[in-house]
């Protein structure tokens, strides 16, 4: 075989061999690619999985028909009035003290209808078309009695449960009865009602839970 036709096949042989790598190199950057794909949906639906998800109402919000009493905070805007905006709390009787109408029976009331009787009272005497907004603060504490190490008052939380209010007042004492209990809560018109509860009972501002005793 002459020289020219040897330099032409080890040519050849070169070319195949780069297209070679080239083809191999293409099809490990394409197994690559499809592997961090699936590898990255995966791990998105993991994550999915494992995050926290949030049910809507899970856990019972107290507005918008909470309605106010004793130991409330609100905040009142009265729009381009700054010297009425502002907070107040509601006392022992009910009322807040509001500037240029005095005592207002708040008790008993939703925000919007309190909104309601502040523009009731604000016009036409003080302001010709005034503009009210009601927000609840903080509201009044609950109460927790019976068999458990620090009974007393506690800052009432959006969406607490009975089993909450116990484990803030300290847990159980040796003797409580786990899984019953009583709630007193007051209703629209001041009347007291004794409920039976559970641990997964909601609780709301103003309530007295009673941990009951186990008798053996």
Known sequence: MSNSSTGTAAASLRRLASLAVMLLAVVAFAAGAAWGQ???TTNASTDSRAAPQTMPGAHPQVEPGYRLGSGDRVRITVYGQPELTGE???D????????LIGQVQAGGLTAASLEQLLVSKLKPDYLKDPSVSVEVLTYRPFYIVGEVRTP??????SGMTVINAVALAGGFTYRAKENSFYVTRTGENGEKTKLSASPDTPVLPGDVITVRERYF
């Open 92 to 99: 022992g009787s009910g009322s807040l003290a509001f500037p």
């Open 152 to 157: 007393g008052s506690y800052a009432y939380v």
């Open 38 to 40: 699936a590898a990255r």
């Open 88 to 90: 107040y709390s509601v």
